[in-house]
Every structure is written in structure tokens, then in C-alpha cells.
């Protein structure tokens, strides 16, 4: 059983140049949600995907969007790049929209660097 | 934002003797959840506590929860050198329209000497 995925594993980008990450969820997952990691930080909630919508949404700019899939695999994108966006891009699954009543399975993460 | 705020910062410690770690937190939760990190991977969920719960062992862990101090503590009793992790604690509150949020500390980066 497959756990939740994501790729790349590593990206290195520009200022200015836009980028998209790739996450498929957890055999039986329906509900994706997308973490930014900094460097000694803990993880900050960018937002939630459930029914190929957009859920919740943290306290990121529109330059962050996202989009789910019908076989519930997500993709977030950033445009317009910033050095602040260097960080550990987290995917997290779970089953249903209620998930945080329940336990996330996290994906190992894509490590974004902006020069 | 991050609500919750684990203390200390980093530990270290010899290989058998116990961790602790504490978590205090602002608003009133529905659960907290505690995460372990290795190496700037992926998270891995340890245990997680409702809000009526007080206590709550997995293995070698032991969770703790006091919702009249805002405050919860991990021990991990018996260490090994793999458990040379962060971990983190995450709170889980309402945020209206039948939503929650998950919210997670900076983390208390634990070193177990072998």
C-alpha cells in the first residue's frame, strides 16, 4: 500500500519563475492538504483540497493555488517567485473532509530553493 | 500562525534515560496531535489526544493534556538513538462553517546520545 507521494523530490528555481508541485494521496485518502515548511520552523497550512475544491485556506497570497484531481491527487503551484518561498513543501492526506479529527499521513516533501 | 509552543527548543540527552517535552497552546482545541520529523522529511503521526482525554500511552510515549493550563507533554521513556527526531505538536480547533484547522508548533529538536 502506498503511502502519499510527491515529486520532485528537489527543485531549484528563479525569482519570477513559477513552479508546481505533485502529490498523490494515500490508497483510500480523498482529502489533500498542502504545507510550507521553513528551515526550523514548523509546517504552516497553505490549504485544503476536498472534491477537487479548494476547502480552508491558510494565510498564503494568491500566488499560491492548487488544484485536485478526480483521482484525488493535488498539484499546488506558486507563480511570481520569492526567495522567502525556499522551503520543504509538505502533502499531507486523509480520509475525509472532517480529517482533523483524525490522524494526517505526510508525504516526504519537495525541497524548494529560490536564488 | 502558529499556535502551539513546544519547550525546550532542543534536548539532549543519554541513550535510556526519558525525554520531555511540553507544548502550551492559546485558544481551546478539539484535539492535539503530536508529529515526529526526521532529518526535514516527512512528518510521522505519534499519538493523538481528544480534549475530554488527560492522558494517553502508545508504546514507549506517553501524552499528557490539561486543558485548564493550555498545555500538554510528550515522554518518551526508555530513548534510543533513533528516536533522534524534532517533534511537534499540532492543535486542532474549530474554525467556523463546520471547518478545523490543524496548527503545529516550531518544534523541540530532540538529540539521543548513544
Known amino acids: 500500500d502506498a503511502g502519499v507521494t510527491q515529486s520532485p523530490t528537489h527543485l531549484i528555481k528563479t525569482r519570477g519563475q513559477q513552479v508546481t508541485l505533485r502529490c498523490s494521496p494515500k490508497s483510500g485518502h480523498d482529502t489533500v492538504s498542502w504545507y510550507q515548511q521553513a528551515l526550523g520552523q514548523g509546517p504552516q497550512f497553505i490549504f485544503q483540497y476536498y472534491e477537487e475544491e479548494e476547502r480552508q485556506r491558510g494565510n498564503f497570497p494568491d500566488r499560491f493555488s492548487g488544484h485536485q484531481f478526480p483521482n484525488y491527487s493535488s498539484e499546488l503551484n506558486v507563480n511570481a517567485l520569492l526567495l522567502g518561498d525556499s522551503a520543504l513543501y509538505l502533502c499531507?492526506?486523509?480520509?475525509?473532509?472532517?480529517?482533523?479529527?483524525?490522524?494526517?499521513?505526510f508525504g516526504s516533501g519537495t525541497q524548494l530553493s529560490v536564488l | 500562525s502558529q499556535q502551539g509552543e513546544e519547550d525546550p527548543q532542543a534536548l539532549s540527552i543519554q541513550e535510556g534515560e526519558n525525554a520531555t517535552m511540553n507544548c502550551s497552546y492559546k485558544t481551546s482545541i478539539n484535539n492535539l496531535q503530536w508529529y515526529r520529523q526526521n532529518s526535514g522529511r516527512g512528518l510521522v503521526h505519534l499519538i493523538l489526544?481528544?480534549?475530554?482525554?488527560r492522558e494517553k500511552h502508545s508504546g514507549r510515549l506517553r501524552v499528557t493534556l490539561d486543558t485548564s493550563k493550555k498545555s500538554s507533554s510528550l515522554l518518551i521513556t526508555a530513548s534510543r538513538a533513533a528516536d533522534t527526531a524534532s517533534y511537534f505538536c499540532?492543535?486542532?480547533?474549530?474554525?467556523?462553517?463546520?471547518?478545523?484547522?490543524?496548527?503545529f508548533g516550531k518544534g523541540t529538536k530532540l538529540s539521543v546520545i548513544p
Open positions: 499531507a492526506s486523509s480520509a475525509g473532509q472532517g480529517f482533523f479529527n483524525e490522524k494526517l499521513f
Open positions: 499540532a492543535t486542532v480547533t474549530y474554525s467556523g462553517a463546520g471547518s478545523y484547522q490543524l496548527t
Open positions: 489526544i481528544r480534549s475530554n482525554e
